[in-house]
């Protein structure tokens, strides 16, 4: 079956350019997270959507990073004005419970670069 | 803050050898252990989750212990392959909060 996809893979942005990343988590699951994982890091927690709604953004870097799941499926995470600092490999993770303890779901990935 | 620890050092071993990897939390207590795979350029890949009230739990070839008093997981792949080659990590969930923990990992090279 169809797991969770993300898109683009790869993104090069300029310095003070606006992204948006987008992820399709596996139809009917119910959370949704996103991460950031720098080279040779392990992913590091950014937020958590339970349906629609975000139940926890507290580990948004900055006020530049924003996200949404405006129906319960699909979200984006946006970052507004670039920064160097912020190229990494932006992960999306889904699971059929109602929070992350139980298995979740990867997807590829969108490595972000910024130039 | 909440860590979790893994060995950053590669760990390199012949195939058809026993491969455990170590995990330490510090000043915490997580409810659950989960270990996951990660090749490269590739989102993580489950394996194992084990509870704060279990010993040890297995699946085929990989078992996972959780040492509460130690706050220690060690996770097992025995009859290892090259097909095991990869980074594997360690994450700790808290029933406080709705976050992964997720250490640095831990790459495993099996030569054949």
């Known amino acids: 079956g169809a797991g969770v996809s993300q898109s683009p893979r790869y993104k090069v942005a300029k310095r003070g350019q606006d992204v948006a990343l987008r992820c399709d988590p596996i139809?009917?699951?119910?959370?949704l997270f996103w991460y950031q994982q720098a080279l040779g890091q392990g992913p590091e927690f950014l937020t958590y959507f339970q349906n629609e709604a975000q139940l926890d953004k507290s580990g948004l870097p900055s006020d530049r990073f924003f996200a949404e799941r405006p129906e319960g499926s699909v979200s984006t995470l946006k970052i507004q004005r670039t920064q160097q600092e912020d190229s990494a490999v932006y992960l999306c993770a889904s699971s059929l419970s109602t929070s992350g303890k139980f298995e979740q779901y990867f997807g590829p990935g969108t490595r972000l670069t910024v130039t | 803050s909440q860590k979790i620890e893994q060995n950053s050092e590669a760990l390199n071993i012949q195939e058809g050898k026993t491969a455990t990897l170590t995990c330490n939390y510090t000043?915490?207590?997580?409810?659950?252990l989960q270990w996951y795979r990660q090749d490269p350029g590739r989102g993580p890949v489950f394996l194992l989750l084990?509870?704060?009230?279990?010993k040890e739990k297995r699946k085929e070839r990989l078992k996972v212990t959780f040492d509460t008093t130690l706050k220690q997981s060690l996770f097992h792949i025995t009859a290892s392959q090259p097909a095991d080659s990869a980074t594997y990590l360690c994450?700790?969930?808290?029933?406080?909060?709705?976050?992964?923990?997720f250490g640095s990992g831990t790459r495993l090279l099996v030569r054949p």
């Open positions: 994450a700790a969930w808290m029933d406080s909060s709705y976050k992964l923990i």
């Open positions: 139809s009917g699951h119910v959370s």
């Open positions: 000043n915490y207590s997580p409810a659950y």
């Open positions: 084990i509870r704060e009230n279990e």
